[in-house]
């Protein structure tokens, strides 16, 4: 029953069928964030409670069509189901409808294409989309059993393989075919510590150094403890309108040009081609033909550095970098603060951290905060277009995102 | 933060926006389901596969878009996120975009307003709507907690409220202000389980008298064990593409006129009204205005009886009955095979079974197979017109959907 075809031979484009080409889909008028962290004191009703009411704030407070949330597992970390209708009522938005999205990691980035189709279909006028996760009131044990369920229960997690560990094996192999050194791992993390410094919402706001990664304690060879993003809680939360409408609700909004998702194998043994990112090259293929522009065109980037070594083959995948030759975007200082295409001025996963279901909203918010100009002292150079890259599972989900700003 | 608006009070439609009145939205081109049951040799990948495949050769194998899953909580049944792109990896169809969406016990009808939405707005063309949920990997104290996981888990589960706790107060609150006899849910225990006799799908193929039902044990009282639906497993699955499309598909395509959903309080005790369900009947508004039909043009009705006051309630909602006299239409035998209206030919969430996530798709098959006249022995008599109530929590969701014969 698995997928057998090789990438060549899959002429099936499973492409969105809007016919866009170039024009907006949808458009986000309002943002809010929380700090990532340890949110001891909180429930995840009111992490969800408090982004969500920043972002309509921000929006003006316009009526509200339908509550979207984006999360992974509430059920495994906090004994929630249900949880869209929860973060609906508490946010007094009740009899709007709510409906809550699971994607693994990816949760939010393809949360955030339905709410986008859903707004672009007119279904809804304005939608309010939650992302949010709460790791904080599990034991670190337990926090490893539920995000190793991302992965196949049956003939990967059963057998006491982890989430670390499943990538452990795909780093291994990007090291040994492509010869990349561990140092080159060590430059992204202490980058990504770098840029999260400035991120008034980042958890990690301390820089790292390559001799400090390299002396981090192992935990699934070769990934050591500064390659994994940190267990936080977090939400974050987005006002998407229509694009007819946006400029009514503010002057600056930022418009949603192309969406794109796709699927690989749940399991990486069952790839042809393991160190492709066969989900990101799909999704971002689709994306960027409804936006009608290509990667060249993109000023500012979020994706989802899960490791550093997955940020480098989605780098790949987006065609930034041949393959196994990602590193040289750091060694020439493209991806920096200030070079050619800024990626993760927010810290990304690694030190913005990475609450799993509320990760994709934290990336659509820190790059329209970078388009309207208000990104503070993370602001990249007046950029007109940005990209976010979700990624779920061994990148067995992706979703793809084009935003522009609105002028 | 709570809702404190009386029902009356609220001018606020959340209507969706779709200018549909009486157009189709989408069609149903093919269905799959496997018998409800205790599959101890079955995974849920099994299921959901069984299914699947089963919908698509009955479609005659079209290309899909698009894998929408529902399920409400494969992480605490099963150890499995991530669960949509598990479904499409084994169905073969990856890279197609794949999503689950979770709106607690109305996860299947939730999921099939997202999924018409999406190929009503040309988002996607075809899509596979998967719905599965496999409880029968847990002992039963582990499923109580894993079901009690749709209430509050802060302010009710927390403090040991189980579903059925929940609802028992609601049910003596039902019973005691309208006066209505244990008798009347045992006529429905025995109506449920009368027409599943016929179904061959359903989970509990056999006959309950009143006088069983009045006998059968405590579980949270007024519940007794015969007002309970069963725990089970199960999967279906339906092929939902555009209506343009719809007849070069099949020659017999059911189409979808009409969605709505809208939520209430997670909690009864922020209920202004707690006998009437707001959400229900929010969603019904909807989808008959959406569909430009009503109630009365109705020819046969799913609907969802997780207990049968719940079902009593939900007509009521649907302006079936007036409030508390909902049993005058099993005394009249409206709601019998060859009523005015029949209701739940197939035996209900009490007699066809329960697999939560599941539910609603069973419901949308079910009435696909009596509107294409290939019910078999539960067969009505040529109906035209259906509808499906899927409701969620202690129905703080609800999905509403008018279905129509294609001819």
């Given at each position: 029953?698995?997928?057998?075809?090789?990438?060549?031979?899959?002429?099936?484009?499973?492409?969105?069928?809007?016919?866009?080409?170039?024009?907006?889909?949808?458009?986000?008028?309002?943002?809010?964030?929380?700090?990532?962290?340890?949110?001891?004191?909180?429930?995840?009703?009111?992490?969800?409670?408090?982004?969500?009411?920043?972002?309509?704030?921000?929006?003006?407070?316009?009526?509200?069509?339908?509550?979207?949330?984006?999360?992974?597992?509430?059920?495994?970390?906090?004994?929630?189901?249900?949880?869209?209708?929860?973060?609906?009522?508490?946010?007094?938005?009740?009899?709007?409808?709510?409906?809550?999205?699971?994607?693994?990691?990816?949760?939010?980035?393809?949360?955030?294409?339905?709410?986008?189709?859903?707004?672009?279909?007119?279904?809804?006028?304005?939608?309010?989309?939650?992302?949010?996760?709460?790791?904080?009131?599990?034991?670190?044990?337990?926090?490893?059993?539920a995000i190793a369920c991302c992965l196949d229960a049956e003939y990967e997690k059963f057998y006491g393989v982890t989430f670390q560990a499943a990538n452990a094996l795909l780093?291994?192999?990007?090291?040994?075919?492509?010869?990349?050194?561990?140092?080159?791992?060590?430059?992204?993390?202490?980058?990504?510590?770098?840029?999260?410094?400035?991120?008034?919402?980042?958890?990690?706001?301390?820089?790292?150094?390559?001799?400090?990664?390299?002396?981090?304690?192992?935990?699934?060879?070769?990934?050591?403890?500064?390659?994994?993003?940190?267990?936080?809680?977090?939400?974050?939360?987005?006002?998407?309108?229509?694009?007819?409408?946006?400029?009514?609700?503010?002057?600056?909004?930022?418009?949603?040009?192309?969406?794109?998702?796709?699927?690989?194998?749940?399991?990486?043994?069952?790839?042809?081609?393991?160190?492709?990112?066969?989900?990101?090259?799909?999704?971002?293929?689709?994306?960027?033909?409804?936006?009608?522009?290509?990667?060249?065109?993109?000023?500012?980037?979020?994706?989802?550095?899960?490791?550093?070594?997955?940020?480098?083959?989605?780098?790949?995948?987006?065609?930034?970098?041949?393959?196994?030759?990602?590193?040289?975007?750091?060694?020439?200082?493209?991806?920096?603060?200030?070079?050619?295409?800024?990626?993760?001025?927010?810290?990304?996963?690694?030190?913005?951290?990475?609450?799993?279901?509320?990760?994709?909203?934290?990336?659509?918010?820190?790059?329209?905060?970078?388009?309207?100009?208000?990104?503070?002292?993370?602001?990249?150079?007046?950029?007109?277009?940005?990209?976010?890259?979700?990624?779920?599972?061994?990148?067995?989900?992706?979703?793809?995102?084009?935003?522009?700003?609105?002028?």
């Amino acid at each position: 029953m698995q997928y057998m075809g090789s990438i060549e031979e899959s002429s099936y484009s499973h492409q969105t069928k809007v016919d866009n080409l170039g024009k907006s889909l949808a458009a986000i008028v309002g943002l809010g964030m929380i700090k990532v962290g340890m949110h001891w004191s909180k429930s995840i009703r009111e992490l969800a409670v408090e982004a969500g009411l920043k972002a309509l704030d921000d929006a003006g407070n316009p009526d509200v069509d339908a509550v979207y949330v984006s999360n992974m597992a509430s059920g495994l970390f906090c004994d929630q189901e249900n949880l869209a209708d929860l973060i609906a009522d508490y946010l007094a938005l009740t009899p709007a409808p709510a409906v809550k999205i699971e994607a693994a990691c990816a949760s939010g980035g393809v949360a955030l294409t339905q709410a986008v189709a859903a707004v672009a279909s007119g279904v809804y006028d304005t939608i309010l989309l939650v992302g949010v996760e709460k790791m904080s009131e599990l034991v670190s044990t337990e926090v490893t059993n539920a995000i190793a369920c991302c992965l196949d229960a049956e003939y990967e997690k059963f057998y006491g393989v982890t989430f670390q560990a499943a990538n452990a094996l795909l780093m291994r192999m990007y090291m040994e075919k492509y010869r990349v050194k561990r140092e080159a791992f060590g430059e992204f993390v202490s980058l990504m510590h770098q840029n999260a410094t400035k991120n008034p919402y980042a958890q990690l706001r301390f820089p790292v150094t390559v001799e400090q990664y390299l002396n981090s304690p192992v935990i699934a060879d070769p990934i050591r403890l500064l390659d994994c993003a940190p267990v936080g809680d977090g939400a974050a939360a987005l006002v998407i309108t229509s694009t007819k409408k946006a400029k009514k609700v503010v002057d600056n909004p930022v418009f949603i040009k192309g969406i794109g998702q796709a699927t690989d194998t749940i399991s990486i043994k069952d790839r042809v081609d393991p160190l492709f990112l066969r989900s990101v090259s799909k999704a971002a293929e689709t994306a960027f033909q409804m936006a009608g522009c290509s990667i060249e065109d993109v000023d500012v980037v979020e994706l989802h550095d899960s490791f550093p070594f997955v940020a480098f083959m989605a780098m790949e995948a987006l065609g930034l970098a041949e393959r196994g030759k990602a590193y040289k975007l750091l060694e020439n200082g493209d991806i920096k603060p200030g070079g050619k295409l800024p990626i993760n001025l927010s810290g990304g996963l690694k030190a913005r951290g990475h609450p799993i279901g509320a990760t994709g909203v934290y990336q659509a918010a820190e790059l329209s905060l970078q388009l309207i100009g208000e990104a503070g002292s993370l602001q990249a150079d007046s950029p007109a277009k940005a990209l976010m890259v979700s990624i779920g599972g061994v990148a067995s989900n992706a979703a793809v995102i084009v935003l522009e700003r609105g002028d």
